[in-house]
């Protein structure tokens, strides 16, 4: 929103493509077409959240799942794409809580505990895959686009 505002008074900055500063309405993107126990332990606005995120990828590349808490929208990607989901998160018992969510769920989900602030996930990431992250706040998203940035370029 602020970026064609400040483009004008600064030419010099990068050019960005039109469409990435088109927001939809949630409501969109909401479908809600989901089996009852999907839904199981997560609340109201969190679903609305990762049910809009997981209709918005179309991809059939893997997923890893960034900052993954219980690993929630990756499933729910699966589910809808039947793409293979992994998850990235350190909390030893919220990885612990997703993988038997994955189990009770019959999803194939392997999380991956690491700290990603420390680059223990980096080797994790590479160019055949599609990164998701919801709410990985301040430098975890920031670590995320730098290794992300470093990849691409790497020859
Ligand atoms: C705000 S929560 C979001 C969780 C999930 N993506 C969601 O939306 O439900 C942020 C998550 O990042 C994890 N986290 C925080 N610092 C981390 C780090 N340095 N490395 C990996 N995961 C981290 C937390 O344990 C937590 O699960």
């Given at each position: 929103m602020l970026y064609p505002i400040l483009k004008q008074a600064i030419p010099e900055l990068l050019n960005i493509e039109a469409?990435?500063?088109?927001l939809n309405k949630l409501s969109d993107y909401f479908?809600?077409?989901?089996?009852?126990?999907?839904?199981?332990?997560?609340k109201g606005k969190k679903w609305t959240q990762i049910d809009c995120f997981s209709n918005t990828i179309k991809c059939s590349l893997p997923i890893l799942e960034w900052c993954?808490?219980?690993?929630h929208l990756g499933r729910l990607i699966h589910h809808k794409t039947g793409a293979k989901v992994s998850a990235i998160e350190w909390s030893s018992d919220l990885c612990k809580q997703g993988q038997q969510l994955a189990v009770q769920q019959d999803i194939e989900q392997n999380f991956i505990e690491a700290n990603v602030l420390l680059g223990e996930?980096?080797?994790?990431?590479?160019?055949?895959q599609h990164v998701v992250a919801l709410h990985a706040c301040g430098h975890l998203h920031v670590h995320l686009i730098n290794s992300a940035k470093k990849l691409s370029t790497k020859k």
């Open positions: 469409s990435l500063f088109e479908d809600d077409d989901i089996p009852f126990w999907f839904k199981k332990g997560i993954a808490g219980k690993g996930a980096d080797e994790y990431l590479n160019q055949q």
